[in-house]
C-alpha cells in the first residue's frame, strides 16, 4: 500500500535542499513541542490528558511522525522512497486502535491531525523559505505534507475501524458465552465473571423467550438493548422449523404485560421472570411447554407459560400421572369405552363445578336429569369414596384437563 501512496508519488518529484532539510531536522524537538500544545489547546479532549510522561511520549510519538516525514523527502530519489513511510503508518495504525480501545470516536483524533498539520507546516514553511526554495517547491512541499498527513489519519482510521471490529467480534463471543452459561445454570461466580467480561451489565430478572428463526431480528428490534441471544439451535420446534433464545431483562410486573403486547403474532413462548442468576429455570419452564405439546397461536399473544402451570405441573411425571389415572379410574375400567368417557367427562365438570348440577349440564351440554343419572351410576362404582377428600384430589387431579388435552395422552 505504501509504495502506492499520494505522499510517496509526491516526493519522487521533490528535489529538498539538503541545507533546508538539516535545518528542518535540527527544529524537529521544538516543532513538536509546539504542536502538542497546540493540540492540547485547541481539542478539548486532549487538554487534560496530555500531561507528564503522557505529554512527553506525544511529543516523541510526532517527532518520530515528523522525522519520517523528512526521510521521505531525503530518500525522494532512491530506489524505495516509501520504506520511512511503513513506521509511520503502523504507528498512525495503533494510535487509532488505542483510541477505539479507550472508548472514544476518531473525531478527537482526527481533530488533532488537523491542528498538527497545520502547526507544523506553518513552522515548516517558515525555515523552507528562510532557507530560500523557489515558490514553487515550497508549493509541493505543501502538498506533500498534507498528503503525509491525510495517509496518517487514513491508517489511523483503519486502526479505529479493525479494532472495534475485533472487540465486537469477541463481546459477542462472551455474550453468547454467557448465554450459554445462564440458559445452564451455571455458578453465580462464574456468571458474574462472565457479565463483567461480556461487558453486559446484570438486570434484576431475566425472562425467556422461544420463538421461531424467522421472528427473531423483528423482536430483537423491539427489545432492550441488553436482550441477551442464544446462538444455537433448540429442540422442540416444528417439522422444519428452528427455535432462538432470548433472555429480556426485567419483564417482570407490568412490564411483561407490555412484552406480551410486544410479541404479539411472533408465536413466542415466554417463561417466568426469574433473578438474572436463575433464569435456567424459566429455560426449563418454557421448553417443557414445548416438550407437553403447547403452542402458541400463529396471529395470537404468546403462549405465557404463568397461565399454563397446573398443565406443567402435572405434565412434569407422565408416567406418574397416568399411574394415577389408572388407580382412581379403576371402578370405570370394566365399563364399555365410549360409557367410561361419558362417565370420567361428567366425573371431571361435577368435581370442577363442585357438584352443582346445572352448571355440568350447562358445560357438558346436556339435562340435568342426565348428569342427575350419571352420577347415580358413579356414586354406585365409587361409594362413600367420593366423599373423601384424599380420594377427590387424586380424582380431580387426574381429571383436571380434557381427554384431549391431558399429559399422559400423546401431545398434538
Do not use: C
Amino acid at each position: 500500500m505504501a509504495d502506492r501512496s499520494e505522499a510517496t508519488r509526491r516526493a519522487a518529484g521533490l528535489a529538498l535542499d539538503e541545507g533546508v532539510a538539516r535545518g528542518l531536522r535540527d527544529r524537529l524537538p521544538l516543532l513538536a513541542e509546539r504542536t502538542v500544545t497546540a493540540i492540547t489547546a485547541e481539542v478539548p479532549s486532549y487538554s487534560g490528558t496530555l500531561t507528564g510522561q503522557m505529554r512527553d511520549k506525544i511529543e516523541t510519538a510526532v517527532q518520530i511522525a515528523l522525522g519520517n516525514f523528512l526521510q521521505l523527502l531525503e530518500r525522494s530519489h532512491a530506489t524505495d522512497p516509501s520504506t520511512p513511510l511503513v513506521p509511520a503508518l503502523e504507528a498512525a495504525y495503533a494510535l487509532g486502535s488505542g483510541e477505539a480501545r479507550s472508548g472514544r470516536s476518531m473525531d478527537a483524533l482526527l481533530a488533532a491531525y488537523r491542528v498538527g498539520a497545520r502547526v507544523s507546516w506553518r513552522e515548516m514553511s517558515t525555515i523552507a523559505v528562510r532557507g530560500g526554495l523557489p515558490a514553487v517547491t515550497v508549493a509541493d512541499f505543501a502538498e506533500l505534507m498534507f498528503a503525509y498527513i491525510d495517509e496518517l489519519s487514513a491508517a489511523s482510521v483503519a486502526g479505529h475501524a479493525d479494532e472495534l471490529a475485533s472487540a465486537g467480534r469477541a463481546r459477542r463471543r462472551n455474550l453468547e458465552r454467557l448465554t450459554q452459561q445462564l440458559v445452564t445454570g451455571a455458578a453465580e461466580d462464574v456468571l458474574l465473571r462472565s457479565a463483567e467480561r461480556a461487558d453486559w451489565p446484570p438486570p434484576q430478572t431475566l425472562t425467556v423467550v422461544l420463538l421461531p428463526r424467522t421472528n427473531l431480528r423483528p423482536a430483537l428490534a423491539l427489545l432492550p438493548a441488553q436482550t441477551l441471544e442464544s446462538g444455537d439451535d433448540l429442540p422442540g420446534a416444528a417439522p422444519g422449523e428452528e427455535l432462538a433464545v432470548l433472555l429480556v431483562p426485567d419483564a417482570h410486573g407490568d412490564r411483561r404485560r407490555q412484552l406480551t403486547r410486544t410479541l404479539h403474532g411472533r408465536r413466542a413462548v415466554l417463561g417466568p421472570a426469574r433473578p438474572w442468576t436463575r433464569v435456567t429455570y424459566s429455560w426449563q419452564r418454557a421448553t417443557r411447554a414445548l416438550a407437553l405439546g403447547l403452542r402458541p397461536a400463529d396471529d395470537g399473544p404468546p403462549l405465557d407459560t404463568e397461565a399454563h402451570l397446573a398443565e406443567l405441573l402435572l405434565g412434569m411425571d407422565p408416567e406418574g400421572l397416568a399411574d394415577l389415572r389408572a388407580r382412581v379410574l379403576a371402578p370405570l375400567a370394566a365399563l364399555p369405552p365410549t360409557t367410561a368417557e361419558r362417565l370420567a367427562e361428567t366425573l371431571r365438570s361435577w368435581l370442577l363445578h363442585h357438584g352443582r348440577r346445572d352448571d355440568v349440564a350447562a358445560d357438558l351440554f346436556v339435562h340435568p336429569q342426565t348428569v342427575r343419572y350419571r352420577m347415580g351410576k358413579l356414586r354406585e362404582l365409587y361409594g362413600d369414596r367420593l366423599h373423601d377428600p384424599a380420594t377427590v384430589l387424586d380424582l380431580t387431579l387426574a381429571l383436571a384437563f380434557p381427554a384431549r388435552d391431558r399429559a399422559d395422552e400423546p401431545a398434538g
